[in-house]
Structures are given as structure tokens and as C-alpha cells.
């Protein structure tokens, strides 16, 4: 009887190791030029960066550089993702003087980067090349020959500004609050994927790529950059 149980127990107990293996995904590696060797992103692909009065000024909001290795067997196509989590849910005292945003105050993500569709035969996007500065009312062109844009969180944000409301289509750099006492870190997300289109209609949201990527991602990978406009924040 011992033994039966004993044999039983193996059994699922092999059945519960393989299910965790078959939910692995593969690891692209992703690379990318604007991020220094000490994990900040370099300023010229900000939005927003210091000035020596009124805190900040507008950046060139360059694109950053971006590459990663080849998806497996199946790949048709990739996405691109660059979010942000830590991006405050309130805003009221965001850029006030003698205010500071804390570091433990609730945090949602934002997105700064889509870009999905990207041929299967890619595997960069050198710097420059999605953004070469602000565009005022934002990129309205989708379709590119790298893959279709996707509208980053900016739309949203300045939808109420008539100076600065528009479509807001692919890379738009960090721009964290000058008084945020949390670094923020920007997560570029690279995902192969077993479509070659995800049949996405219109300015599609990062969270409407992201929704539409789950279930046909084959692999995936990322990088890491940090930044922040806060000089009493330690770096």
C-alpha cells in the first residue's frame, strides 16, 4: 500500500515539475544604447530634464537604441514595450514647491513606448529612429517600417491641455515628477511572438498590446533603465 502511495506521490509530483517547465518561456537578450553603464538613461532620450531654474526644461526625446536576439523556432513577429510602474496615481502635489511626491505613495504603471507588428526579420531598432525630438502634439503616424506604433500614456496625460492634447504614437521618453522622491525605473520589454500581426485597429494603448500579445508570446526579454528628475534623490 506504502508503496503505491509512494509511487502515486512521484508521479504527480513529475507531472507538477513538467507543468512548470512547459510554462517557461524562453529568455531574448535585450540590449540598448541610451542606457548607461550605471543604469541611468542618458538625458538626450528624455522627455524632461534638469534645468537650473524652474527644476526642469524639455529634452530631445531621442528614441533610445534597442536589439535583442533572435526568437525561436516560430516567431513571426515581436512587440515593444517601455513602461514605467512607478508613476504616482495622485498628482496633486506633483511639481509644487516645498512638496514632495513619498516614495511609498501608491504607484501605477505608464506607458512610454509601443510598438508591435515588428517584422520577424528585425532585430534592432538603432537609436534616433523612432523619435528625434518632442513633437508637440504628438507622432500621429502608425505604420512604420520597423512595426506599427502604438499610443503611449502621454495621449492621455495631455488630453485635457489644447497647448499639447493629440495622439501621442510611439517612443516618448521619461519625464518623473521633479519633487518624486522614488526613482523610476523604465522596463523595455522585447517579446517574440507566434503571429505575424495582432490584427490591431486604429492608435491601440499599451494595454490594449499587452492584452493582445498574452497567449501568442514565444519568448521574451528586457532591460532595465532608471531616472529621475529629483536632485535629493541619491543616485
Not at 167 to 176: E, K, L, M
Request: net charge negative; hydrophobic share 35%; with cysteine.
Amino acid at each position: 500500500m506504502k508503496k503505491g502511495l509512494y509511487t502515486t506521490a512521484f508521479i504527480l509530483a513529475f507531472v507538477a515539475v513538467q507543468g512548470v517547465f512547459a510554462q517557461a518561456k524562453p529568455e531574448l537578450t535585450v540590449t540598448a544604447e541610451g542606457i548607461g553603464s550605471d543604469s541611468y538613461i542618458d538625458n538626450d532620450y528624455a522627455f524632461c530634464i534638469p534645468a537650473a531654474t524652474g527644476h526642469v526644461k524639455e529634452g530631445s526625446d531621442k528614441s533610445i537604441g534597442i536589439s535583442w536576439s533572435k526568437g525561436p523556432e516560430g516567431t513571426k513577429s515581436y512587440a515593444i514595450i517601455m513602461v514605467d510602474p512607478d508613476v504616482p496615481t495622485v498628482f496633486d502635489d506633483a511639481g509644487k514647491e516645498g512638496k514632495t511626491l513619498p516614495d511609498a505613495m501608491p504607484r501605477r504603471s505608464f506607458y512610454h513606448w509601443v510598438l508591435y507588428d515588428v517584422p520577424a526579420e528585425q532585430s534592432q531598432i538603432p537609436a534616433f529612429t523612432d523619435s528625434q525630438e518632442i513633437v508637440k502634439h504628438g507622432k500621429t503616424e502608425l505604420k512604420t517600417p520597423y512595426g506599427t506604433r502604438g499610443v503611449n500614456d502621454y495621449a492621455p496625460y495631455f488630453a485635457s491641455n489644447p497647448e499639447r492634447q493629440g495622439i501621442y504614437a510611439g517612443y516618448d521618453g521619461p519625464c518623473p515628477p521633479w519633487n518624486d522622491e522614488r526613482i523610476h525605473h523604465y522596463h523595455v520589454k522585447v517579446f517574440a511572438l507566434d503571429v505575424a500581426s495582432l490584427g490591431l485597429k486604429g492608435p491601440a494603448t499599451g494595454h490594449q498590446v499587452t492584452d493582445a500579445i498574452a497567449g501568442h508570446i514565444l519568448a521574451q526579454g528586457e532591460v532595465v533603465g532608471k531616472y529621475t528628475l529629483n536632485p535629493d534623490v541619491k543616485k
